[in-house]
């Protein structure tokens, strides 16, 4: 690979000219007390942070971005840190996913703007990943992706307990009465009990973990636990290795293929992974210029079984997969899938970094012949399409109880979940366990955002029967760590005119998985009845950012991307006078 010279560099744009530009350039980096010695002449690499005090995740990500720099340094770079927006689940409201796209234009924008010549990305939490991906791969400069880790296990009372996972399943036991109120604020402070993304295979290390497999962090770093001494060293490698990359000028596009996605696909169905996934992987592909589908993921997730023991398919935590060893285990277990080929950003192909793996647990970490679900029982993903979904809903079949992967049940629609929440648990409410729930004006538009409302609450009277699953559907998402028969993303979505929008109350709705099908019997001649009545009843916004989002976002089925930003296309370096 040819190697590249300081004045090849775009950061000597700002600091290399004799003119009046470059005079304020240099003199202004003093002002912040560097030596001319320390910034002059060296690549300049920024580390994209999202720290922020109200993303839990996130909170150690000051001290990695210290130990990123300490690589820099070593590896004869000059490190600037520059804060992004940190879109941290749980405290951002309506949802994190409204801003992903603010995320990946930040992230764009600050790379161009400023004179930098790489950089070492640091999220983790679930949008934060594709969302400092898209806006790097937009931007095509040598970049590396350091991951937050996942944090510590959590106990209680002799039980694993996964944050997220469990938080649900206690929360239906609450509402049940099988514990009580003193049991459940005993549980807030025992289920996250240190740093890092969520310790479940949920979207931050589904995510994460799919990224590893494409090659964007160094071999194996995803695996680490936030709190393991080896997770600021792995921090400190990615500064050095991101210099390289810069003389190299190893950039996305001379990378990141068909090939790496296809390898993110193995991983995504062998963890389990989010179906949050499969709006964010498309959208990632079409930054980079491939052609990836729901198809294309239904396909993967019919090959390749659910092989991670995590939950919430499995019995472990994230901790317990890095002990195993890791995701690099998992991917040699499961080699014949992959793309060995390609290459990844420590300048080696993923069969070459793979092939030392070790496997330590082979209850936690299992092959195709002894999968956690197999194939017959569930997949990872599973496509729907009918007059439900034209464009497709994906639900995740090896989560969902079997006897409803085939069903037919009476709909019992909400257009809000503040109509559903008031409803939900009135004992008189006429509901039964073959009920299929619905909530719409979830979507990219309609809510707007597209949150994560999809894993719809079972009323309190089924719940004290004993039902702990029912067939539930939305337009929204649903988060990572849950889990049930839950069909989400329907495409197109009910606040733009999608058929689930014309579904009404007491409407057969028909689920066939096996068959990928997902119907309502309601008469061709009584839906255009429908349709021809139907009124956009979904909040439009007349300003701020919500309002260019619904302007411009796409469908779940395309990623959920700005239609001005998600294909390849040259920008302009900014001008310097």
Request: net charge negative; aromatic share 6%; glycine share 10%.
């Amino acid at each position: 690979m040819t190697r590249r010279s300081i004045g090849d560099l775009r950061s000597q744009r700002w600091f290399a000219s004799d003119d009046m530009r470059g005079f304020a350039h240099r003199q202004r980096t003093q002002q912040m007390g560097m030596r001319r010695e320390e910034f002059l002449g060296k690549p300049v690499v920024a580390i994209v942070n999202t720290w922020s005090d109200l993303s839990p995740c996130h909170s150690h990500l000051r001290d990695r971005a210290e130990a990123v720099k300490r690589g820099v340094w070593q590896a004869g770079g000059y490190p600037v840190e520059l804060p992004a927006l940190s879109v941290g689940e749980v405290m951002v409201k309506p949802t994190t996913m409204l801003y992903r796209n603010f995320l990946a234009m930040e992230v764009e924008e600050l790379l161009r703007s400023h004179p930098i010549d790489g950089a070492v990305l640091l999220g983790g939490c679930d949008k934060s990943t594709p969302g400092l991906l898209m806006g790097a791969i937009s931007m095509d400069i040598p970049v590396i992706y350091c991951p937050a880790g996942p944090m510590s296990n959590g106990q209680w009372r002799g039980h694993k307990t996964g944050a997220g996972t469990h938080t649900k399943k206690y929360w239906d036991e609450l509402r049940a009465g099988n514990i009580t109120q003193d049991d459940w604020v005993d549980l807030e402070s025992r289920m996250t009990r240190s740093i890092g993304t969520c310790n479940t295979m949920g979207t931050a290390s589904t995510m994460t973990s799919i990224v590893d497999a494409m090659g964007l962090t160094l071999p194996g770093a995803t695996s680490i636990p936030a709190a393991d001494s080896g997770h600021p060293r792995m921090a400190s490698a990615c500064g050095e290795r991101i210099i390289e990359m810069i003389w190299e000028d190893f950039k996305p596009s001379r990378f990141l293929d068909a090939r790496s996605f296809r390898n993110g696909l193995v991983a995504y169905m062998a963890l389990g992974g989010s179906t949050n996934a499969a709006v964010h992987l498309i959208a990632m592909a079409r930054r980079a210029g491939v052609d990836l589908t729901l198809d294309d993921m239904s396909d993967m997730a019919g090959r390749v079984p659910v092989c991670a023991n995590l939950f919430p398919s499995g019995e472990y935590l994230m901790e317990d997969f890095y002990f195993a060893g890791g995701i690099l285990a998992q991917l040699r277990k499961l080699e014949r899938h992959l793309d060995r080929d390609a290459m990844t950003v420590n300048g080696r192909t993923l069969g070459e970094n793979i092939a030392g793996a070790e496997c330590w647990n082979d209850e936690v970490i299992r092959g195709e012949d002894n999968p956690v679900v197999p194939l017959s029982r569930g997949k990872t993903l599973a496509v729907l399409r009918g007059n439900l979904a034209p464009n497709g809903a994906v639900m995740k079949s090896s989560a969902a109880n079997p006897k409803f992967l085939k069903h037919v049940g009476p709909a019992l629609v909400f257009d809000s979940p503040a109509e559903m929440n008031r409803t939900i648990d009135d004992p008189d409410l006429d509901i039964t366990e073959d009920t299929v729930i619905v909530l719409r004006n979830a979507g990219p538009v309609g809510a707007p955002g597209m949150p994560e409302w999809g894993n719809l609450p079972i009323p309190k009277k089924l719940l004290k029967q004993g039902v702990r699953d029912m067939v539930r559907i939305c337009d929204g998402r649903m988060s990572g760590t849950h889990y049930g028969t839950c069909i989400l993303h329907v495409a197109p979505e009910a606040a733009v005119g999608g058929p689930l929008g014309l579904l009404k109350t007491g409407d057969l709705v028909e689920l066939d998985v096996e068959a990928g099908r997902l119907d309502m019997r309601v008469d061709e001649k009584v839906l255009e009845r429908r349709r021809a009545e139907w009124k956009p009843g979904a909040l439009r916004y007349e300003r701020s950012f919500a309002a260019l989002y619904q302007r411009h976002v796409s469908q779940a089925d395309e990623g959920c991307d700005f239609d001005f930003l998600s294909t390849r296309g040259l920008v302009a370096e900014p001008s310097i006078f």
